[in-house]
């Protein structure tokens, strides 16, 4: 099971950003590693967590020209501004810690999960 920490709501952000990306794509970005040895390091950790993602059906995995790209399912995955979107039982969903963030909204088998987006930004560098 995915565990949902900063690391993996990066990644979908990521990836949401960039479709058909690659892992790789995705470590540079997010680490912005120094050298050869780093990039291969953080790459080899986010491929960890790319296949709890794909396994979970979170991120759709396709093969093109011997490279491995990714995307986000779309039916499980949302963003918006202060969750504008969100109706909870016919009334609008209002955190006060959330007001004004740009937010994601997962769909999980157990329930939903709200993160704020701008809280994680520039947090891997």
């Known amino acids: 099971m995915v565990k949902f920490d900063d690391l993996d709501i990066s990644i979908i952000s990521f990836v949401a950003d ?5 892992v790789t794509d995705c470590a540079k970005s997010l680490f912005s590693p120094q050298n ?5 390091k953080k790459d080899s950790m986010l491929r960890h967590r790319f296949k709890a993602l794909v396994l979970e059906k979170f991120l759709l ?3 093109e020209q011997n490279r491995r790209i990714f995307k986000i399912d779309s039916k499980l995955i949302h963003f918006g501004p202060e969750l504008r979107f969100v109706n909870i039982g016919g009334e609008k969903f209002i955190h006060k810690d959330l007001v004004k963030d740009y937010c994601i909204l997962i769909n999980t ?3 939903v999960i709200i993160r704020s987006l701008d809280k994680l930004e520039n947090k891997w560098k």
Do not use: A, R, S
Request: include cysteine; charged fraction near 40%.
């Open 61 to 63: 995995e396709e093969k």
């Open 36 to 40: 050869t040895e780093d990039l291969q």
């Open 18 to 22: 960039h479709p058909n990306c690659t």
């Open 109 to 111: 088998v157990d329930g």
